[in-house]
């Protein structure tokens, strides 16, 4: 089974400047994909950054990189440059060696400001 | 614009009655998730099948059902209905279940129970 925890319900920050949002897994799978998903107000899910867990370099997606440390079971996803179209509830997601289940956290809800 | 569509957009019911909730996967997938996201439970996996085979089991209620067409298409039924299944469900699709492939979601349907 997996489990994925978002710590942090809720967050803000200023136009421009730069946001971590937290994540931390667990699973006893052998192979897995971990993945950061964005839901705006519009309720649709789109997918931001994924990572396999067998990759040691982090993975990189325009002003998106996440911080994958794997031995703490951690997987941080930072923004950089923070727009307003930001704005929106961020879910992290495991995937199971199958393929065919997402796991997804609590969701933090990310608010950029003016 | 994932290329996955659900009917109906929003549906509101009432307690006890059935509702069946359409699916149709972006061309080319054979693989159909179904995911639902509540206020109790937050985003959660419901099931998977894949070329018209249930292969993926979740947190599925005995009153809910699901299954996959020959043109790849996918219903998920939920009867005797009762207030907590007031959620937005989620159907995704991918070319076929696997780590490497991307899950697409599509918009969703807003359903009420009254």
């Known amino acids: 089974a997996q489990t994925v925890t978002q710590s942090q319900p809720e967050m803000s920050v200023q136009e421009a400047e730069t946001v971590t949002l937290s994540c931390t897994y667990d699973?006893?799978?052998?192979?897995?994909?971990l993945f950061w998903y964005k839901q705006p107000p519009s309720r649709q899910m789109i997918l931001v950054i994924r990572?396999?867990?067998?990759?040691?370099q982090n993975a990189t997606e325009n002003r998106f990189s996440v911080n994958f440390q794997k031995a703490a079971k951690s997987f941080s996803l930072k923004i950089s440059d923070s727009q307003l179209g930001d704005t929106a509830m961020y879910f992290c997601?495991?995937?199971?060696?199958?393929?065919?289940?997402?796991?997804f956290g609590g969701g933090t809800r990310l608010m950029v400001k003016p | 614009d994932s290329g996955v569509t659900q009917t109906p957009k929003h549906l509101i019911t009432a307690t006890g009655q059935r509702v069946t909730l359409r699916c149709s996967p972006r061309?080319?997938?054979?693989?159909v998730y179904w995911y639902q996201q509540s206020l109790d439970q937050g985003l959660q996996f419901l099931i998977q099948?894949?070329?018209?085979?249930?292969?993926a089991k979740g947190n599925i209620l005995e009153r809910f059902s699901a299954q996959q067409f020959p043109d790849l298409h996918s219903e998920l039924n939920l009867s005797s209905l009762e207030l907590g299944d007031s959620a937005l469900y989620f159907c995704?699709?991918?070319?076929?279940?696997?780590?490497?492939?991307?899950?697409?979601f599509g918009p969703g349907t807003r359903l009420t129970v009254l």
């Open positions: 995704a699709s991918s070319v076929a279940p696997g780590l490497r492939n991307e899950q697409f």
């Open positions: 699973t006893s799978e052998s192979n897995y994909y």
């Open positions: 990572q396999e867990a067998y990759k040691q």
């Open positions: 997601a495991s995937m199971n060696n199958a393929g065919n289940m997402l796991t």
């Open positions: 061309s080319g997938d054979l693989s």
């Open positions: 099948y894949y070329n018209g085979e249930e292969r």
